[in-house]
């Protein structure tokens, strides 16, 4: 937006920012984060100070240009945070956080930059964002950045390859089990020979996203009440949280999950049979193992008895489930161009855009960002 109204703060401007704000109070209420770059300009409209709910970060452009400090006071009595982009400390205004933009200078630049902050303002909140993937997030996490984001993508996390773990081997031969259409009694005695399986396990038949009448004390009880094709999801999350020690892992298994439910949800809105459903739910969760495990995606995949439709779709981008992983990718990266031609071929934007919203709450809840009642799966 700010691209295309190019520092403009007339009454267009004033409406778009106005919508855009007003988006935020939803996203407040779940207790997320939600932050807002404006031209600072705009706030000294009423309509549209009015629109900054408590909570939200306001990162402020042009800051000299905007309201005066008593406005900006009045803004903070109300609980609105006030951000500033980078620039010289020593001539900036007060402020509740900076947010530096990552760039061709990398991480080492933003790190500069947050030296210099903390040594003008030491207990000021530093932000960064456009990082180009995980292994920048967590450094920036681990020198006491507040918040972290960026478009991570596959050809970052291929660069950063590791060896698949032993426990995703592990998980990856419970998963070929069901796979071969094994008796879960097998299924079972596996996972009670792995103690950490076991608890997580038996955690999750217990949780309020099951909504268990009774308390669920074995792992073969547990087994039976999940079934097959929630057995099966379980462990494909599992297999995604073997790289849980990552500081990002929360955040992305989110976004994984919101895929998943995304394409699912899709399938399911064209009509197609309920295994087709789970089998997207299994491509959006699959399509950031790269990302997440930091484990090129053919060896990945290699230890899975996927079908050729998934395969092709996962390593190739191509065959006929293509066009709906690239949907999902376009949405996360803020792809407005390519998630509008991919919602071309899925019904149109109308159509997806409500799924989305639907994916994204349902990933919440199931991922324990949010607190809700049982989760319909």
């Not at 549209?48 to 800051?63: I, K, N, Q, Y």
């Not at 960064?128 to 292994?135: E, F, K, N």
């Not at 990718?329 to 390519?338: H, I, M, R, V």
Request: charged share 20%; glycine share 10%; proline share 5%.
């Amino acid at each position: 937006m700010l691209e295309r109204l190019q520092g403009r703060v007339d009454a267009r401007a004033a409406a778009r920012f106005s919508a855009l704000l007003a988006a935020t109070h939803p996203t407040l209420q779940a207790g997320r984060q939600a932050l807002v770059a404006l031209p600072a300009a705009l706030l000294d409209r009423a309509a549209v100070a009015r629109l900054a709910a408590p909570g939200v970060m306001l990162l402020l452009l042009d800051a000299g240009s905007g309201p005066d400090e008593a406005a900006l006071g009045r803004l903070r009595a109300r609980g609105v945070r006030i951000g500033l982009p980078d620039g010289p400390p020593g001539l900036a205004p007060a402020a509740d956080f900076v947010a530096l933009q990552g760039g061709p200078g990398g991480v080492d630049t933003l790190m500069l930059s947050a030296q210099r902050w903390r040594e003008a303002r030491p207990r000021l909140p530093i932000m960064a964002s456009g990082l180009s993937h995980l292994g920048e997030v967590e450094q920036l996490l681990r020198v006491g950045f507040s918040l972290v984001g960026g478009r991570l993508d596959r050809a970052a996390a291929a660069a950063l390859a590791q060896p698949l773990q032993p426990a995703a081997h592990r998980l990856a031969a419970l998963l070929n089990h069901l796979a071969l259409d094994r008796d879960t009694a097998a299924v079972a005695e596996a996972v009670r020979a792995d103690a950490t399986l076991s608890y997580r396990l038996l955690r999750y038949a217990n949780s309020a996203a099951i909504g268990a009448l009774r308390a669920v004390e074995t792992v073969d009880d547990a087994v039976q009440l999940l079934g097959r094709n929630e057995l099966r999801r379980w462990l494909a999350l599992m297999l995604l949280n073997t790289g849980q020690s990552r500081q990002a892992s929360p955040a992305l298994q989110e976004s994984a999950l919101a895929r998943g439910r995304l394409l699912e949800l899709l399938a399911r809105q064209r009509g197609e049979p309920e295994a087709a459903a789970r089998a997207r739910f299994t491509l959006g969760l699959f399509s950031m193992l790269e990302v997440m495990l930091q484990v090129p995606l053919a060896e990945a995949l290699a230890p899975l008895r996927l079908g050729e439709v998934l395969e092709q779709a996962l390593l190739h981008r191509s065959g006929p489930w293509a066009d709906e992983l690239k949907l999902a990718e376009a949405c996360d990266l803020g792809d407005e161009a390519g998630f509008l031609a991919a919602a071309e071929q899925l019904g149109g934007a109308e159509q997806v855009l409500p799924l989305v919203e639907e994916a994204w709450g349902w990933a919440a809840v199931a991922s324990g960002t949010v607190t809700a009642g049982p989760v319909k799966v």
